[in-house]
C-alpha cells in the first residue's frame, strides 16, 4: 500500500520569502514522488518528479525537493516565493508497477505582498 | 500541440440525470486516467483505459459510473443517475505508455454540479 501526507493544508508567506511544502510519503516499494501544481480552474501541471536517481531534484519555476529515505519524506522548497506561485499543491506517489498515483490532500500556498 | 483536452468545463445536472464527461488524450497518447477531486481534497484515482481496454476500474464506484476509450473518438466517462454526492471537479490526464505512472499530461477537468 501507498500513502502520502500533507503536513500542512495551507501555507502563508510573504512574496521574496523562502517557501517550504512538507510532504511524508508511505511505501511498500521504491516508490516515485512527485509534485503537482494546481492554480484555480486549472488543469495539474508537473513541477518535478524523483524516480530513484539524485535525491535533490530540480524542478520549473525555481523549485526543487529532497527525497530522505530515512525520513520518508519529499519536501518541496523555493529560495523566494513570487505571486505567481500562490496555487495548490500536490505531492504525488507512484509505486513500482502501479499505474494509478496516490495524491496527498494538497497545500494551498498563499503568497503575500 | 494541443494538450489534453476535456469538455464539458462545466456542467450541471439534476439529481437523477445522466452526465457524460468527454476527454481526448494529447496526440500520440494511448493511455488515459480519469481522477475525481471532491472540495478541498486531493484527487482520488478512478479508472485507466487504453483503447478499447479497460486496464484499471480500482477506483470506479461499483454502480452507476462507467468508463470507455474507444478506437476513434474521446474517452467518455458516464454518470447515470447523479447525485449530490456527485458533485466534483473530474479530471483526465494521458500518457504515451503505461507500466510505470510516470508523468501524466493532466486536462483542466470538468466541474459536474449536481442541483
Known amino acids: 500500500a501507498q500513502s502520502v501526507t500533507q503536513l500542512d493544508s495551507h501555507v502563508s508567506v510573504s512574496e521574496g520569502t523562502p517557501v517550504l511544502l512538507r510532504c511524508n510519503y508511505s511505501?511498500?516499494?521504491?516508490?516515485?514522488l512527485f509534485w503537482y501544481v494546481q492554480h484555480p480552474n486549472k488543469g495539474l501541471q508537473l513541477l518535478l518528479k524523483?524516480?530513484?536517481?539524485?535525491?535533490l531534484v530540480k524542478g520549473i519555476n525555481g523549485f526543487e525537493a529532497e527525497f530522505k529515505k530515512s525520513e520518508t519524506s519529499f519536501h518541496l522548497t523555493k529560495p523566494s516565493a513570487h505571486m505567481s506561485d500562490a496555487a495548490e499543491y500536490f505531492c504525488v506517489v507512484s509505486a513500482a508497477g502501479r499505474r494509478a498515483l496516490t495524491f496527498g490532500s494538497g497545500t494551498r500556498l498563499q503568497v503575500q505582498p | 500541440n494541443a494538450g489534453v483536452m476535456q469538455n464539458p468545463r462545466h456542467l450541471v445536472r439534476r439529481r437523477g440525470q445522466e452526465a457524460r464527461l468527454r476527454c481526448s488524450p494529447m496526440k500520440g497518447h494511448s493511455h488515459v486516467y480519469w481522477y475525481r477531486q471532491l472540495p478541498e481534497e486531493g484527487l482520488k484515482f478512478m479508472v485507466y483505459?487504453?483503447?478499447?481496454?479497460?486496464?484499471?476500474e480500482s477506483g470506479m464506484p461499483k454502480e452507476r459510473f462507467s468508463a470507455e476509450f474507444p478506437k476513434e473518438g474521446p474517452s467518455i466517462l458516464r454518470i447515470q443517475q447523479v447525485v449530490r454526492g456527485d458533485s466534483a471537479a473530474y479530471f483526465c490526464?494521458?500518457?504515451?505508455?503505461?507500466?510505470?505512472?510516470?508523468?501524466?499530461?493532466f486536462g483542466e477537468g470538468s466541474r459536474l454540479t449536481v442541483l
Open positions: 483505459l487504453q483503447k478499447e481496454n479497460i486496464i484499471d
Open positions: 490526464a494521458s500518457s504515451p505508455r503505461g507500466g510505470e505512472a510516470g508523468e501524466l499530461f
Open positions: 511505501s511498500s516499494y521504491s516508490p516515485s
Open positions: 524523483y524516480t530513484s536517481a539524485a535525491t
